[in-house]
């Protein structure tokens, strides 16, 4: 029988790693991958080797060349192709071997390696890393903006602890960002259901703000606010790391408000002085306070809260020991549809088709106003 434990272990052949194998994942920035140039990416537990082709097209392709099994991302591209440091071998796109130079008598039509869909979208390179023929790479309009930043970063845990983050969280964890300091905790009034994309969570505040969360199954974050649209996909590198890749369409870059979200932007990268995975261990070792970080590192204040509490949450068999109260249906919610979802696909059942439509999409907080 499925349990929600389920879902937190996607490596090959786990339940939750067959399932989310059937949707399209964000796997690199493309900023960050030049023509010309190949690089090792892990995903679900797997190795495999990113590289852009000649021509400015991604790729993906298996971790090692079949031959010697050498790291195939150290060899170098030519065209849509790739060559093997090692010996010479060269796959091209699909993952077939077209050359053996030492071999008289090449068998390279032989030879395949695994390659898997690739698509350039919204500043991202998503990758399927599923069977058979991909389903149609989900778009989303409203991110299509000039105006469209893409971040990324690796957090030492579970994706679900990225995934499981609730607006109850948001007086007591950014307890000292600018708009909670010196305020006493504001609770929410919160509703949730489950959507045509996954869940709806709604929080509305005391004071009269109004902040809604969507749950995009099966691991993306959504929310629409006065100053930004946000969506994210949490991604598993293994069962014990996670990278983000997340979007932001800012609709205020001026004045000071402009200012301060682009020297966030900044802090997250390292470029304000040390790196929010730095500072955000040493919170968790003891060795600074969250409330003491002050200067240019404190403009990222918020990334590394998440950072404190998320990986603080320790291995995952902690999970087990949780005491869920009325304030966490939100988390119930998406963990009992997780395990309806799984026991489908463990049954052979038809799995829910999840939509992302633009009754959702028009969904619009005004949690900053």
């Known amino acids: 029988m499925v349990n929600f434990m389920d879902f937190y272990y996607t490596g ?5 790693g067959r399932y989310m194998r059937k949707f399209w994942h964000a796997g690199y920035r493309a900023e960050d991958l030049k023509p010309g140039w190949a690089k090792p990416i892990k995903i679900m ?6 590289y ?11 971790f090692r060349c079949p031959h010697r099994q050498t790291q195939l991302s150290v060899g170098w591209v030519e065209g849509d192709c790739i060559r093997c440091r090692f010996h ?3 796959f091209d796109s699909t993952g077939q071997c077209i050359e053996q130079p030492a071999e008289k008598e090449s068998f390279a039509e032989k ?3 695994r390659s898997c869909p690739t698509q350039e979208y919204l500043k991202l390179i998503f990758v399927y890393f599923g069977e058979g023929e991909p389903p149609p790479l989900p778009r989303y309009p ?3 903006q000039d105006t469209l930043w893409a971040e990324t970063y690796v957090r030492p845990c579970n994706y679900v602890n990225n995934l499981e983050n609730d607006p109850i969280h948001i007086p007591f964890t950014h307890r000292e960002s600018e708009f909670y300091m010196n305020r006493p905790p504001e609770i929410p009034d919160i509703t949730v259901e489950e959507s045509d994309w996954g869940v709806l969570l709604t929080s509305r505040f005391p004071s009269g703000r109004l902040y809604i969360t969507q749950h995009g199954l099966p691991n993306i974050l959504c929310f629409r606010e006065r100053d930004r649209d946000h969506l994210a996909w949490r991604v598993p590198v293994d069962d014990d790391n996670h990278a983000s890749f997340q979007l932001d369409v800012t609709h205020i870059l001026e004045g000071e408000e402009g200012e301060a979200y682009k020297n966030r932007h900044k802090a997250r990268t390292g470029k304000l002085g040390r790196s929010p995975t730095e500072i955000g261990e040493a919170v968790l070792s003891g060795d600074i306070r969250i409330q003491d970080i002050d200067g240019p590192e404190r403009a990222n204040i918020v990334w590394i809260q998440d950072y404190a509490t998320q990986v603080g949450q320790g291995p995952l068999e902690l999970r087990k020991k949780e005491w869920l109260g009325r304030s966490d249906r939100a988390l119930i919610l998406i963990r009992k549809i997780w395990e309806r979802e799984l026991q489908a696909l463990e049954d052979g059942k038809p799995l829910k088709q999840w939509v992302r439509s633009e009754e959702l999409a028009a969904l619009h907080s005004h949690a900053n106003d």
Do not use: C, N, S, Y
Request: hydrophobic residues 30%; charged residues 30%.
């Open 12 to 16: 090959p052949g786990t339940l939750a």
């Open 111 to 113: 030879i395949r390696i």
């Open 52 to 62: 852009r082709g000649d021509d400015g097209t991604p790729h993906v392709v298996d």
């Open 88 to 90: 010479g071998w060269k």
């Open 45 to 50: 537990g797997e190795q495999f080797t990113l």
């Open 142 to 144: 409203d991110f299509e």
